[in-house]
């Protein structure tokens, strides 16, 4: 069974960087065909996809996202991490880690649990 977990500060000043890591346990993030992305979901509204590093470390970023967002990974933790910088309320979301099955049809296949961070001052 594989298990995602997020972790990270609930709460983050305006303009100031949020940081959260995703600690996988029962696969490897180096394992062929998966990759591992971060989703998010604002209060009351739709998920937004934010971005994925693939299974061989390339990351690709939400347009809307790219220029504040940084996905990296440490493979002899098994985590991987997102930073997005310059917040603002509007970053408010519940946040969450997953894994990408790429095969004839790509999908989610496991999520961590989310955790909700909130950009206040």
């Known amino acids: 069974q594989v298990q995602l977990q997020e972790s990270g500060p609930g709460l983050v000043k305006p303009s100031q960087a949020l940081s959260l890591t995703c600690t996988v346990s029962?696969?490897?993030?180096?394992?062929?065909?998966?990759?591992w992305t971060w989703i998010r979901q604002p209060p009351g509204k739709g998920l937004e996809w934010m971005g994925v590093?693939?299974?061989?470390?390339?990351?690709y970023y939400s347009p809307s996202l790219k220029s504040r967002t940084s996905i990296s990974r440490d493979t002899s933790k098994n985590q991987f991490t997102l930073q997005l910088s310059s917040v603002t309320a509007e970053d408010t979301a519940v946040y969450y880690c997953?894994?990408?099955?790429?095969?004839?049809?790509?999908?989610?296949?496991?999520w961590g649990q989310g955790t909700q961070v909130t950009v206040s001052s």
């Open positions: 997953a894994r990408i099955r790429v095969g004839n049809s790509r999908y989610y296949d496991y």
């Open positions: 029962g696969g490897s993030i180096t394992t062929t065909y998966y990759h």
């Open positions: 590093i693939t299974y061989g470390g390339n990351t």
